[in-house]
């Protein structure tokens, strides 16, 4: 595989789970869990993995995400989170380390927990195994969404048809109180979507509390194998109007399944790319593709070395396009609306992005475990990095304002192709 990695949602260590996106062979953050941005496909490697560099993303604690997301393994929550107060290691030196056979899986697991870089993770063999089936297009999980409201509360934002969750009755709007005797009021949607997803067993129970209005429901499901589904489109305004293409993550297939969408609109696009967490990068340039006319998408660097990601050739450049952001839109999904916004062929609209830019690159230890480690950075067209400052949008929505509805409203003005 060619191209970088860029996962999405800061990993805390949790044994069988997984929260990452991986550009180029690994991603999808939460796809198998239950989070709002539909079950964003984890991540998949090749034998190749181990050379395809990755950007990862991390998650705003309100941004929904499906119930198959996960965490880092090796380390509890209370460890994770003291990690920025240990000494720092070179994760891109270590990386060059495990290459060179210097370095073995226990040392690298220690390493790795006190490198003080948040998106440097250590995955185990089958952990990883995980994120490849999850990249195709499958996850384990229970079939919801999650995303914080006021107080912390967690809410089922969505629930996937033919799901567990959906034929034991859970409804978008309840409030998850807790799973397995977790409260999960006041924790990080990425840690809720951990929980739900459990160590990606399919058959195993998960005890699930619920407030519905003034009821208190307990129901018990079994997780499952489940397709994920990272693209959804919609015509809110009837046929006539432009089609909302929402975009939860890039998984295999979804540069292709954006693209047959931008064929069938006939009236302007909305990509909606609000709490997409990042994705395989090979997606997010198929889905540039759809509609740009080939040129530059970003440049990254690996180990100091320059590489560019370009669009292919014949999309669709007439289409009216505006794409819509928000603090959940991270890492690929950043490089992707950032390239469309420098190209000038789309209004973005919304809040700032999260501003996540580094490159991690997987590699691949003697017993199967893989380390993916921060090494570089990338950069959008223009020059400009998207790490630590996000994309500011064309059309500022703040304050509770209606992003779509904005967005809407510009597709107005852009009018239809003659």
Request: glycine fraction near 14%; charge should be neutral; aromatic fraction near 4%.
């Amino acid at each position: 595989m060619s191209g970088p990695l860029l996962p999405g949602t800061p990993r805390r260590i949790r044994r069988g789970a997984t929260l990452t996106l991986v550009f180029g062979t690994m991603l999808a953050t939460g796809a198998a869990a239950g989070s709002f941005a539909e079950p964003q496909a984890a991540a998949r490697t090749r034998a190749t993995a181990a050379t395809s560099p990755s950007a990862s993303g991390a998650g705003r604690a309100n941004s929904a995400r499906p119930d198959g997301a996960a965490g880092r393994s090796g380390e509890s929550r209370a460890a994770a989170g003291s990690r920025e107060d240990r000494a720092p290691v070179d994760t891109a030196g270590l990386a060059r380390e495990i290459e060179q056979g210097k370095v073995g899986p226990q040392a690298v697991r220690k390493l790795v927990s006190r490198s003080g870089d948040r998106w440097s993770s250590y995955y185990t063999a089958e952990e990883y195994a995980g994120l490849q089936e999850a990249l195709n297009g499958r996850y384990v999980g229970v079939g919801l969404w999650v995303r914080q409201v006021d107080g912390g509360r967690i809410e089922i934002a969505r629930v996937q048809q033919a799901s567990p969750a959906a034929s034991a009755g859970i409804r978008v709007g309840d409030v998850l109180e807790s799973i397995d005797a977790t409260a999960c009021t006041g924790l990080a949607v990425t840690e809720v979507v951990a929980d739900l997803r459990g160590d990606n067993v399919p058959g195993s129970a998960v005890t699930l509390v619920l407030l519905r209005g003034d009821r208190r429901l307990s129901v018990t499901v079994q997780r499952a194998t489940l397709p994920t589904e990272a693209v959804t489109v919609s015509h809110p305004d009837g046929p006539e109007g432009p089609a909302l293409v929402a975009v939860g993550a890039f998984s295999l297939g979804t540069g292709k399944q954006v693209r047959d969408a931008v064929r069938a609109a006939r009236h302007g696009v909305l990509l909606d790319l609000r709490g997409n967490s990042g994705g395989l990068v090979e997606e997010a340039v198929a889905t540039a593709s759809a509609v740009l006319d080939g040129g530059l998408v970003a440049t990254y660097d690996v180990h100091g070395k320059q590489q560019a990601l370009y669009a292919d050739p014949g999309g669709d450049t007439a289409v009216p396009l505006v794409v819509l952001v928000d603090g959940g839109t991270m890492s690929a999904a950043e490089m992707l609306a950032g390239a469309l916004q420098d190209r000038g062929r789309a209004v973005v609209v919304g809040s700032r992005t999260f501003g996540k830019g580094s490159v991690q690159m997987p590699s691949t230890l003697p017993d199967g475990s893989v380390a993916e480690l921060t090494v570089g950075h990338y950069r959008l067209p223009d020059g400009r990095s998207v790490d630590g400052q996000g994309i500011e949008p064309d059309v500022l929505v703040t304050g509770g304002g209606d992003a779509l509805a904005e967005a809407r409203s510009v597709m107005t003005g852009l009018g239809t192709p003659s």
